[in-house]
């Protein structure tokens, strides 16, 4: 009798016992204490849990966290919290959580504060807390619905927006996200803003991979994969271009001349910073319309060349490019340009050479049937030579200034042709070239600016070449490379 009452008496203390130290766990000074042991062991200067705790058995409730740290890691905010904890383990003082969910989660890095010394951990104190503190934590999945990333590099914001996330941890250690259906803002020319169809980032001490991300460009797609080894600091990154639309890389003034949807192969490695990059890109389904470079040519007849659909645009990118006889090195190089346009109308091939800043070298040569160069002067006909293909007449044009101001000799040397022939012909050729310039900038075009008289300037010398690229960045300097030099080819034709 005895023993029973004994025994009931331990099952009700328990019983109220329980209730007591639930309660006391779903407390203020409760998440006070344990967002204070949060904060130490995480090394942040805050940590706080927000709301109520919900205690039901194995599941935990909370509306919201966030804990702030002075390094990389500048915050992470979380809120509709939802834990499913094995209970069975806590005995063993082992927090398994078996599923961890949350509503939003936002996630804001700066790396700028890459190396920033955070706080040490202190000694825990033994406390009422500490005695029912795991020893050690288990995390089987983790899912949001809405989350947010945005990280401060030193080439400028990223942030992913919207993206239901799901992680998982790794055998051997490390985590599998995948991340899928949001939007992206990237600091890259061109892709300042684009979807986030799907990602997958395999995290390891050792190496950080990135497959089977898929950016929409509406229209377009670029498909990424990238590989890092913290240790080392070694980085490898693959992007491919499909159908993208050319005015992502355009500026205003010649989004209208130039139409077509943009192809590319881009590979870029390094340590720390860009050390190669390679690739190929194409135009396909091409206009275009209204080029300036066509003025310079007094054509009997200009109408077939107003718009001209392109039929073959692509050029090889290729970094660095170190050329000693000629002083150059560590540049940029655009070559194997070669671009077919009007059915046979225009042809364009040579290579472009871009410096540290962003210096122009290289030239540009200038294809065009016989029966248009046969039509023009003599002393005109002159500046044109033969070429491979016997059915065209090619032009010279040897490219300088810089990427913001390109310049270009075939000007200076067509005006100086001009002013050279006689009464007659001057106002023969001059009248086309008026009626030329005139089609090729109505107003729907961007209006060209009147060129000064300048003195010939002969092709670059070697100390004139550009010497190495701006390194602002890995794959900002390859997609600016390509974009910048694709606008001022076509802005110096």
């Given at each position: 009798?005895?023993?029973?009452?004994?025994?009931?008496?331990?099952?009700?203390?328990?019983?109220?016992?329980?209730?007591?130290?639930?309660?006391?766990?779903?407390?203020?000074?409760?998440?006070?204490?344990?967002?204070?042991?949060?904060?130490?062991?995480?090394?942040?200067?805050?940590?706080?849990?927000?709301?109520?705790?919900?205690?039901?058995?194995?599941?935990?409730?909370?509306?919201?966290?966030e804990l702030r740290r002075r390094d990389i890691v500048d915050r992470v905010a979380a809120?509709?919290?939802?834990?499913?904890?094995?209970?069975?383990?806590?005995?063993?003082?082992?927090?398994?959580?078996?599923?961890?969910?949350?509503?939003?989660?936002?996630?804001?890095?700066?790396?700028?504060?890459?190396?920033?010394?955070?706080?040490?951990?202190?000694?825990?104190?033994?406390?009422?807390?500490?005695?029912?503190?795991?020893?050690?934590?288990?995390?089987?999945?983790?899912?949001?619905?809405?989350?947010?990333?945005?990280?401060?590099?030193?080439?400028?914001?990223?942030?992913?927006?919207?993206?239901?996330?799901?992680?998982?941890?790794?055998?051997?250690?490390?985590?599998?996200?995948?991340?899928?259906?949001?939007?992206?803002?990237?600091?890259?020319?061109?892709?300042?803003?684009?979807?986030?169809?799907?990602?997958?980032?395999?995290?390891?001490?050792?190496?950080?991979?990135?497959?089977?991300?898929?950016?929409?460009?509406?229209?377009?797609?670029?498909?990424?994969?990238?590989?890092?080894?913290?240790?080392?600091?070694?980085?490898?990154?693959?992007?491919?271009?499909?159908?993208?639309?050319?005015?992502?890389?355009?500026?205003?003034?010649?989004?209208?001349?130039?139409?077509?949807?943009?192809?590319?192969?881009?590979?870029?490695?390094?340590?720390?910073?860009?050390?190669?990059?390679?690739?190929?890109?194409?135009?396909?389904?091409?206009?275009?319309?209204?080029?300036p470079i066509l003025s310079e040519l007094p054509f009997a007849t200009m109408k077939p060349?107003?718009?001209?659909?392109?039929?073959?645009?692509?050029?090889?990118?290729?970094?660095?490019?170190?050329?000693?006889?000629?002083?150059?090195?560590?540049?940029?190089?655009?070559?194997?340009?070669?671009?077919?346009?009007?059915?046979?109308?225009?042809?364009?091939?040579?290579?472009?050479?871009?410096?540290?800043?962003?210096?122009?070298?290289?030239?540009?040569?200038?294809?065009?049937?016989?029966?248009?160069?046969?039509?023009?002067?003599?002393?005109?006909?002159?500046?044109?030579?033969?070429?491979?293909?016997?059915?065209?007449?090619?032009?010279?044009?040897?490219?300088?200034?810089?990427?913001?101001?390109?310049?270009?000799?075939?000007?200076?040397?067509?005006?100086?042709?001009?002013?050279?022939?006689?009464?007659?012909?001057?106002?023969?050729?001059?009248?086309?070239?008026?009626?030329?310039?005139?089609?090729?900038?109505?107003?729907?075009?961007?209006?060209?600016?009147?060129?000064?008289?300048?003195?010939?300037?002969?092709?670059?010398?070697?100390?004139?070449?550009?010497?190495?690229?701006?390194?602002?960045?890995?794959?900002?300097?390859?997609?600016?490379?390509?974009?910048?030099?694709?606008?001022?080819?076509?802005?110096?034709?």
């Open positions: 009798m005895w023993l029973g009452i004994g025994a009931a008496g331990l099952v009700l203390a328990g019983v109220v016992g329980y209730h007591q130290l639930l309660s006391y766990l779903q407390g203020d000074k409760f998440r006070a204490d344990a967002a204070g042991v949060v904060a130490n062991k995480a090394q942040a200067d805050k940590a706080e849990l927000k709301g109520r705790l919900s205690i039901s058995g194995g599941h935990v409730t909370l509306p919201a966290f809120e509709g919290i939802q834990a499913d904890i094995n209970r069975g383990e806590l005995w063993d003082r082992c927090l398994h959580v078996t599923k961890l969910t949350m509503e939003e989660l936002a996630v804001q890095l700066d790396a700028l504060r890459l190396g920033k010394k955070l706080p040490p951990v202190r000694k825990s104190k033994k406390t009422f807390v500490s005695r029912f503190l795991p020893e050690t934590v288990k995390l089987d999945k983790i899912e949001c619905k809405d989350a947010d990333l945005s990280a401060a590099l030193l080439t400028g914001d990223l942030r992913l927006m919207g993206c239901g996330l799901k992680a998982s941890p790794l055998s051997g250690g490390g985590w599998t996200v995948n991340l899928t259906n949001g939007k992206a803002r990237l600091p890259l020319y061109g892709l300042n803003e684009c979807g986030l169809r799907s990602a997958s980032v395999h995290y390891s001490p050792r190496r950080i991979s990135l497959t089977n991300c898929y950016l929409s460009l509406t229209p377009g797609e670029m498909h990424l994969t990238a590989n890092y080894e913290p240790g080392s600091g070694c980085w490898r990154a693959k992007a491919r271009i499909t159908k993208a639309n050319v005015e992502r890389v355009l500026t205003s003034d010649w989004k209208q001349r130039i139409r077509g949807d943009l192809f590319g192969d881009l590979e870029m490695s390094g340590t720390g910073g860009l050390q190669s990059a390679r690739g190929v890109i194409s135009l396909k389904d091409g206009y275009l319309e209204g080029l060349y107003r718009t001209m659909e392109v039929e073959k645009a692509e050029c090889r990118i290729t970094y660095p490019y170190t050329e000693s006889r000629l002083n150059i090195s560590d540049a940029w190089m655009i070559d194997n340009i070669d671009i077919r346009a009007g059915k046979g109308k225009l042809l364009v091939k040579g290579h472009v050479i871009i410096g540290m800043d962003g210096a122009l070298g290289g030239s540009l040569r200038i294809g065009l049937p016989l029966s248009v160069t046969d039509a023009l002067p003599l002393p005109v006909r002159s500046l044109f030579n033969t070429g491979d293909d016997a059915e065209y007449s090619w032009i010279t044009m040897n490219l300088s200034g810089s990427l913001d101001h390109p310049q270009q000799d075939l000007s200076v040397r067509m005006n100086s042709i001009l002013t050279a022939l006689p009464g007659a012909a001057v106002d023969t050729a001059t009248g086309t070239l008026r009626d030329l310039a005139k089609h090729l900038t109505d107003k729907k075009q961007p209006q060209e600016q009147p060129e000064t008289e300048t003195p010939e300037q002969p092709q670059s010398s070697p100390a004139e070449q550009p010497t190495a690229p701006t390194d602002s960045g890995p794959v900002k300097g390859v997609l600016d490379a390509a974009g910048e030099a694709a606008d001022s080819i076509f802005s110096i034709l």
